[in-house]
């Protein structure tokens, strides 16, 4: 791609950044994007919520923005706010330091700031002629798939109804190892778990820069992402916003998790007057963030960004040819070995003979029971456990093939390069 020194619009290309013209393409490719949006999450941090004041949840700042999101809502579209903003208002109520909180302390004020956050967010959605409900949600129940398709059946029957879900950690009660770790990996996960086409992230920063702009005074914005690589994540890096938990690294790769859903990302300034209304429209704002070409299914995107692998079971040659090319299942026979303790119905990686991990799914044997089949047909299953659950030790239905791997976003996210198939 040529670059020139004209033009005042940014494209990110792989491993690349040059100011060029925006393409007719790309822009066309934008706006159908965001007209055919149907399903839209939009994420509001601790730093927007704050507005000026830095201590406090700026009631403006709610209201303008439930403003913008009821209009979505009385156009048609189908709307879930991820919101951050109950430490901020537990914290002042109980008379502590807004930084520097231990685990209790923060899960204390979680508990006393959440009711206050959704009767604002449910007082400014009602004075746009909007319902809204409160939905709190920890990394268990969105990992364990009854409790995230029963979630998404009551998201879905309260669009229905026209209401807005408030969605926020319930902080007051997850483990700190099992937490989503910040609300921009949250917004990620509930981006599949309500179907959404686009997930607009607001921020207190007005998109992705080339470096630091508060450090960097040639630092320019960059307007158009197509795919989030190392380079991407370096440019990102790995600074904290003033109020919240997540810097512009855990935005990039919310946007990253939900490009391979089929959704693209904006990020926008929060602050700023009708910013999202103005997005939506195609006006040039923030940062866009355009969608995987190979959208993953619902049930893989789970599997690969939702699920903490538990063990790892190690496969012949010939069983990942199989697997690979011939749209096999995993059979008993092609298992050469097992490692780790884990239960039928967890996540599994499998692993070649040249020990790279290639793929990851769910897993219908105990590891004990895989111990003491592997290797053998599937005809003396039965004999050799009293019992046979099923044929494959993992369907390919519940398999995703993988190329990097890396941990799911909910305990570290990472860019991940998925091999998507034909499920």
Same mark, same amino acid.
């Given at each position: 791609?040529?670059?020139?020194?004209?033009?005042?619009?940014?494209?990110?290309? $792989?491993g690349?950044?040059?100011?060029?013209?925006?393409?007719?393409?790309?822009?066309?490719?934008?706006?159908? $994007?965001?007209?055919?949006?149907?399903?839209?999450?939009v994420?509001?941090?601790?730093?927007v919520?704050?507005?000026?004041?830095?201590?406090?949840v700026?009631e403006?700042?709610v209201?303008e923005?439930?403003?913008?999101?009821a209009?979505?809502?009385?156009?048609?579209r189908?709307?879930a706010?991820?919101?951050?903003?109950?430490?901020?208002?537990? /914290?002042?109520?109980?008379?502590?330091?807004r930084?520097g909180?231990?685990?209790?302390e923060?899960?204390?004020?979680?508990?006393?700031?959440?009711?206050?956050?959704?009767?604002?967010w449910?007082?400014?959605?009602?004075?746009?002629?909007?319902?809204?409900?409160?939905?709190?949600l920890?990394?268990?129940?969105?990992?364990?798939?009854?409790?995230?398709?029963?979630?998404?059946n009551?998201?879905?029957?309260?669009?229905?109804f026209?209401?807005?879900?408030?969605?926020?950690?319930?902080?007051?009660?997850?483990?700190?190892?099992?937490?989503?770790?910040?609300?921009?990996?949250?917004?990620?996960?509930? @981006?599949n778990?309500?179907?959404?086409?686009?997930?607009?992230?607001?921020?207190?920063?007005?998109?992705?820069y080339?470096a630091?702009?508060?450090q960097?005074k040639?630092?320019?914005?960059?307007?158009?992402?197509?795919?989030?690589?190392?380079?991407?994540?370096?440019?990102?890096?790995? /600074? /904290?916003?003033?109020?919240?938990?997540?810097?512009?690294?855990?935005?990039?790769?919310?946007?990253?998790?939900?490009?391979?859903?089929?959704?693209?990302?904006?990020?926008?300034?929060?602050?700023?007057?009708?910013?999202?209304?103005d997005?939506?429209?195609?006006?040039?704002?923030?940062?866009?963030?355009?969608?995987?070409?190979?959208?993953?299914s619902?049930?893989?995107?789970?599997?690969?960004?939702?699920?903490?692998?538990?063990?790892?079971?190690i496969?012949?040659?010939g069983?990942?040819?199989?697997?690979?090319?011939?749209?096999?299942?995993?059979?008993?026979?092609?298992?050469?070995?097992i490692?780790?303790d884990?239960?039928?119905g967890?996540a599994?990686?499998?692993?070649?003979?040249d020990?790279?991990?290639?793929?990851?799914?769910?897993?219908?044997?105990?590891?004990?029971?895989?111990?003491?089949?592997?290797?053998?047909k599937?005809?003396?299953i039965?004999?050799?456990?009293?019992?046979?659950?099923c044929?494959?030790?993992?369907?390919?239905?519940?398999?995703v093939?993988?190329?990097?791997? @890396?941990?799911?976003v909910?305990?570290?996210?990472k860019?991940?390069?998925?091999?998507?198939?034909?499920?």
């Amino acid at each position: 791609m040529m670059c020139t020194s004209e033009v005042r619009f940014t494209v990110l290309v $792989i491993g690349t950044v040059c100011k060029v013209k925006m393409s007719e393409s790309q822009h066309e490719r934008k706006l159908k $994007i965001l007209k055919s949006a149907k399903r839209i999450v939009v994420k509001v941090g601790s730093g927007v919520l704050t507005g000026e004041k830095y201590t406090d949840v700026d009631e403006g700042v709610v209201s303008e923005i439930a403003r913008q999101v009821a209009q979505l809502v009385k156009d048609g579209r189908r709307v879930a706010v991820v919101s951050s903003g109950s430490v901020v208002l537990g /914290s002042k109520k109980l008379g502590l330091r807004r930084y520097g909180l231990s685990i209790p302390e923060k899960q204390a004020s979680a508990a006393v700031g959440q009711g206050e956050l959704t009767s604002l967010w449910t007082h400014c959605f009602a004075d746009h002629g909007v319902k809204a409900a409160q939905m709190l949600l920890t990394h268990d129940d969105l990992a364990n798939r009854r409790r995230f398709l029963n979630s998404r059946n009551t998201i879905n029957k309260l669009f229905d109804f026209g209401v807005v879900p408030v969605i926020n950690e319930n902080d007051s009660v997850a483990v700190h190892e099992l937490k989503f770790g910040d609300n921009d990996t949250l917004s990620a996960r509930v @981006t599949n778990l309500v179907g959404a086409d686009l997930l607009a992230i607001l921020s207190d920063v007005d998109g992705l820069y080339s470096a630091d702009p508060r450090q960097n005074k040639s630092a320019y914005k960059i307007d158009f992402v197509e795919e989030v690589d190392d380079f991407v994540l370096s440019v990102a890096g790995d /600074s /904290s916003s003033r109020t919240g938990l997540g810097g512009m690294s855990s935005k990039v790769k919310a946007a990253a998790e939900a490009a391979k859903f089929g959704a693209g990302t904006m990020i926008l300034p929060g602050i700023v007057p009708n910013s999202l209304l103005d997005a939506m429209t195609g006006i040039k704002a923030g940062t866009f963030f355009f969608p995987n070409s190979d959208r993953m299914s619902s049930k893989k995107h789970w599997i690969v960004f939702h699920l903490k692998s538990q063990g790892k079971v190690i496969v012949d040659d010939g069983a990942k040819t199989a697997l690979l090319k011939g749209g096999k299942s995993l059979l008993a026979t092609g298992v050469t070995c097992i490692e780790g303790d884990f239960e039928s119905g967890e996540a599994v990686y499998l692993v070649g003979p040249d020990g790279v991990e290639f793929a990851k799914g769910l897993i219908k044997y105990h590891s004990h029971e895989l111990n003491s089949i592997k290797g053998r047909k599937t005809s003396e299953i039965e004999s050799i456990l009293g019992y046979k659950p099923c044929d494959e030790v993992m369907h390919r239905d519940d398999m995703v093939f993988i190329t990097t791997v @890396t941990e799911p976003v909910g305990f570290e996210l990472k860019s991940k390069s998925v091999k998507n198939d034909d499920n």
